[in-house]
């Protein structure tokens, strides 16, 4: 079953418009950049996301949000706990997120 993996952040205050691009650009860039250990393929199926222009007003601080879809959930532990792409992203989002959110769920699946 497929997984679509929501991931929502929030930067801290002063971060600049140029930062926060290069991080937007470099999380999207990781459905190529993250590969498959056994294949050694990218297995990321689609990935997504912008900043946020809800007039609703409910977003609690969170400006930016991406969706990453999986094949499966194995793909998905995966990339959450193991992938080096990934791992060193997360790592470079010291002292630039204030907060981050993420949401998993299979489409169906109540």
Same mark, same amino acid.
């Given at each position: 079953? *497929?997984?679509?993996?929501? $991931?929502?952040?929030?930067?801290?205050?002063? $971060?600049?418009?140029? $930062?926060?691009?290069? @991080? !937007?650009?470099?999380?999207?860039?990781?459905? /190529?950049? !993250?590969?498959?250990?056994?294949?050694?393929?990218? =297995?990321?199926? %689609?990935? *997504?996301?912008?900043?946020?222009?809800?007039? +609703?007003?409910?977003?609690?601080?969170?400006?930016? %949000?991406? @969706? $990453?879809? #999986?094949? *499966?959930? +194995?793909?998905? /532990? =995966?990339? @959450?706990?193991?992938?080096? %792409?990934?791992? %060193?992203? @997360?790592? *470079?989002?010291?002292?630039?997120? +204030?907060?981050?959110?993420?949401?998993? #769920?299979? /489409?169906?699946? =109540?």
């Amino acid at each position: 079953m *497929s997984i679509t993996h929501l $991931v929502m952040f929030q930067f801290k205050d002063g $971060v600049s418009p140029e $930062v926060i691009k290069d @991080v !937007c650009s470099r999380l999207l860039a990781l459905k /190529d950049n !993250c590969l498959h250990p056994t294949s050694q393929k990218p =297995y990321i199926q %689609a990935v *997504s996301g912008g900043q946020d222009n809800s007039p +609703e007003g409910i977003q609690h601080g969170i400006t930016h %949000a991406f @969706v $990453v879809h #999986f094949a *499966s959930a +194995e793909d998905r /532990d =995966y990339y @959450v706990a193991k992938d080096p %792409a990934h791992q %060193a992203f @997360v790592k *470079s989002l010291d002292g630039i997120i +204030e907060k981050a959110q993420a949401i998993d #769920f299979t /489409d169906g699946v =109540y």
